[in-house]
């Protein structure tokens, strides 16, 4: 099993609709969790940290559940803008590294 | 705001070829890193330096060797390159180690050995 898994899509979606994507993580003793955005043959930019209360920037919503071992990323009115890979990431388990999904492509359509 | 600077963004190598990725951060963070990308196989850790004075090996470290110069500086060394050495590589800083605080990464080097 990897340590993090993400559906690598692609999620194609109609500008201003709402999407969410999930990722599932394996080591119970992490305690940062983050979304980065990665555009095509760039470098990857964070695009949230995420809390264990949950936490919202703009049009962008991240969730946790420590118990079922999970986050979410939830977009709302997406853009054409907001067509990128979206990476998972945790970190903070006690080894030196941050642990990276796959990346979830999305492509939002005019 | 410069934040993470890498050079060079582009190399093409020959088999056997050596070289230097060299990477620095001017946000004053004491810990840095060095990731692989490879396509399907997400960013895999080469090495990290959890502040200076310190490194230590990450996923993936064969065939590849680091210097932390100084606080700012990081480089990656290929002492022998190999084909399967082809890659985008990304050099990133925290300020602290342990994955606790964001990474910041730079604009990567794209690798092509032949």
């Known amino acids: 099993r990897k340590e993090v898994e993400q559906d690598p899509g692609p999620f194609n979606v109609p500008e201003g609709a709402t999407v969410a994507f999930n990722c599932t993580y394996s080591n119970s003793a992490s305690q940062s969790f983050f979304w980065y955005r990665q555009d095509c043959r760039k470098e990857p930019k964070l695009l949230m940290s995420?809390?264990?209360s949950g936490n919202e920037d703009g049009r962008f919503t991240a969730q946790l559940n420590r118990a079922s071992q999970y986050i979410s990323l939830l977009i709302r009115d997406s853009k054409l803008s907001d067509s990128a890979t979206y990476l998972c990431?945790?970190?903070?388990?006690?080894?030196?590294?941050?642990?990276f999904g796959t990346g979830t492509r999305l492509k939002v359509l005019a | 705001n410069a934040g993470v600077t890498q050079t060079p963004k582009f190399q093409v190598l020959k088999t056997g070829q050596s070289m230097t990725l060299q990477c620095a951060q001017d946000?004053?963070?004491?810990?840095m890193y060095w990731y692989r990308q490879d396509p399907g196989m997400g960013l895999r850790l080469i090495y990290y330096s959890a502040s200076e004075g310190t490194t230590d090996k990450g996923e993936v470290p064969n065939g590849y060797n680091v210097s932390r110069l100084n606080k700012r500086e990081f480089s990656l060394r290929l002492e022998s390159a190999a084909p399967s050495q082809t890659s985008v590589y990304f050099c990133?800083?925290?300020?602290?180690?342990?994955?606790?605080?964001?990474?910041?990464f730079g604009q990567g080097t794209r690798l092509t050995v032949v």
């Open positions: 990431v945790v970190g903070g388990s006690g080894t030196y590294k941050y642990i």
């Open positions: 946000m004053n963070h004491n810990s």
């Open positions: 990133a800083s925290s300020i602290t180690p342990g994955g606790r605080t964001e990474a910041f």
């Open positions: 995420v809390y264990s």
